[in-house]
């Protein structure tokens, strides 16, 4: 079980308050998650593939084709294929 001091540490370290009559109670609770870890330290894990999701994730993804922009003469200028905007910036 971790001792007193270094739980006060934890939550020195983490920027947490802690009531004095609750030590007791984060001892065991971080003993018991230490110990947990522990646990999972001795699982056979030789042979699975490492991944970053428990389920299989895949990027829906399409093809990105040009295509010609139908509203053009809705825009009052063009120039070259480009829409011409009023400016925005100054120019400094």
């Known amino acids: 079980m971790i001792d007193k001091n270094e739980v006060l540490k ?3 370290l983490s920027r947490l308050k802690i009531e004095d009559s609750k030590i007791d109670k984060f ?3 971080f003993s018991e998650i230490l110990n947990y870890v522990s646990e999972l330290k001795e699982a056979d894990t030789e042979n ?3 991944m970053s999701h428990s ?3 895949k990027n829906v993804e399409r093809e990105d084709l040009a295509c010609e922009y139908n509203g053009i003469n809705l825009i009052p200028k063009e120039k070259q294929g480009y829409l011409v905007v009023k400016k925005i ?3 400094e």
């Open 89 to 91: 910036l100054k120019d």
């Open 48 to 50: 699975i593939p490492e």
């Open 10 to 12: 934890i939550m020195n």
């Open 55 to 57: 389920i299989d994730v």
């Open 27 to 29: 001892q065991k609770d």
